[in-house]
């Protein structure tokens, strides 16, 4: 079963047909929200709102080992995450979907692996390449065969939020060979892993990231959320043609 991981513009998956809400409880607590079942052309998927459906949680207070599991208990096989980003590489203008490969983490006391505590074993997942190949390659079909210009390949940069990013801190992305930046992509994706759940980020870049092009002296919401509108409409057609 594919999972759908809705991010920051895209609270709900409106082409589901046969919706269906439930609530999962895990032992990590409570997800984000209650899971959302449906079906695409007879495809059944499962929606998870990652801010909650009103978009109440910060990148840094997410759940995300009680998502992960929540969807893992549905039975789901494949994941794809759907993230808004800044871009840092010069080519990477609003409103650019973008496939990453490799992710650097900036992240800190977030709760990043299932496998702690006395009663669990020390176990060291292989990260070398964090998005599952196969399922990338499904998105880059789906992008082709409705004539949408997907970017495939990128470093995304995951930082913790809730704030964005100093300029400064843009350099130092930058020189680490960061593409693109955001708050969400990890331990989303080595928790994914840890599942044995193929996971893929579907990325839209909704402004440059701080001390680039319009964003030189400061980063505008509203543009953001401008370029948002138009951007998840496009995702959707992607996420609606995934086979």
Not at 42 to 71: D, K
Not at 179 to 192: F, N, Q, R, S, Y
Request: hydrophobic share 40%; charged share 20%.
């Amino acid at each position: 079963m594919l999972a759908i991981i809705g991010g920051s513009g895209m609270a709900m998956f409106d082409e589901m047909v046969d919706r269906r809400r439930q609530v999962v409880r895990t032992p990590y607590g409570d997800p984000s929200c209650p899971l959302s079942f449906g079906r695409i052309d007879g495809q059944e998927i499962v929606f998870l709102a990652r801010h909650g459906y009103g978009h109440t949680i910060a990148p840094h207070e997410i759940n995300y080992r009680a998502n992960l599991w929540a969807l893992d208990e549905a039975g789901v096989t494949a994941a794809v995450s759907v993230a808004t980003v800044g871009g840092i590489r010069p080519d990477l203008a609003a409103g650019t979907l973008l496939l990453p490969d490799q992710i650097v983490d900036y992240t800190y006391r977030r709760h990043c692996t299932f496998f702690e505590g006395p009663d669990k074993p020390v176990t060291h997942i292989d990260f070398t390449e964090p998005y599952d190949g196969a399922l990338r390659d499904r998105l880059v079909a789906a992008a082709q065969s409705i004539g949408e210009t997907l970017l495939v390949g990128g470093t995304y940069g995951c930082t913790q939020g809730p704030r964005l990013e100093t300029a400064g801190e843009i350099r130092r992305l930058a020189g680490d060979g960061c593409d693109v930046v955001g708050m969400t992509a990890m331990p989303e994706a080595a928790l994914a892993r840890e599942l044995g759940i193929a996971y893929a980020t579907l990325a839209v870049v909704s402004n440059p990231a701080a001390g680039i092009g319009d964003s030189a002296r400061q980063i505008s919401l509203a543009d953001i959320q401008v370029v948002l509108e138009s951007a998840i409409g496009r995702v959707r057609g992607v996420l609606r043609a995934l086979r």
